[in-house]
């Protein structure tokens, strides 16, 4: 491969000087990768290339079992089922502690820098949800985090006054 050696208009450099000769072999190299496809990977947004040591092993072909006479089909055991907290519920004190937690720091972090982005965030269903929750089941923790939520949006208020 070759490409002649030019300037930043595209034309060619009668005298060129060492930089502008670096510059070329380089526009030379990538163009040489890409007309092979090599370094593609990047593009194709994957941080490493796939490797080609890795041999693809092909599952075996399953041998067909041989019809019994008279076999009667086995019913297969159903797995018990695992039983799932659910997730309209916060089990005690210590969840309630910790969601009450979680809110007042996401709102700290993630509510944004003006009284209206609060009350967006506010408004989401996962938040509202959770703040249902704590209200049904832990009124005391529900207060908490309604009176860090004020204080938090009168800051804002008085910073978007300022």
């Known amino acids: 491969m070759w490409l002649p050696v030019m300037d930043y208009k595209n034309k060619a450099i009668a005298h060129p000087d060492s930089r502008a ?8 190299l990538t163009k040489c990768l890409a007309m092979y496809g090599l370094g593609h990977y990047i593009y194709a947004g994957e941080d490493l290339p796939l490797s080609s040591d890795t041999v693809e092993e092909k599952p075996a072909p399953k041998e067909k079992p041989k019809p019994k006479a ?11 089922p695992i039983p799932d907290v659910p997730a309209d519920h916060i089990a005690n004190e210590e969840e309630a502690d ?7 720091d996401t709102a700290d ?7 209206g982005e609060l009350i967006e965030w506010w408004q989401y269903p996962e938040t509202k949800k959770t703040a249902d929750l704590l209200d049904q089941g832990y009124p005391e923790h529900y ?11 009168a800051s804002l208020k008085e910073n978007h006054d300022v």
Do not use: W
């Open 109 to 115: 972090k993630f509510a944004g820098k003006t009284e």
């Open 70 to 80: 008279k076999a009667k089909p086995k019913a297969e055991p159903k797995p018990e």
């Open 98 to 104: 910790n969601v009450v937690q979680f809110l007042c």
């Open 21 to 28: 000769i670096s510059d070329t072999r380089m526009r030379c």
């Open 143 to 153: 207060k908490q985090l309604m009176a860090h939520l004020s204080a938090l949006r």
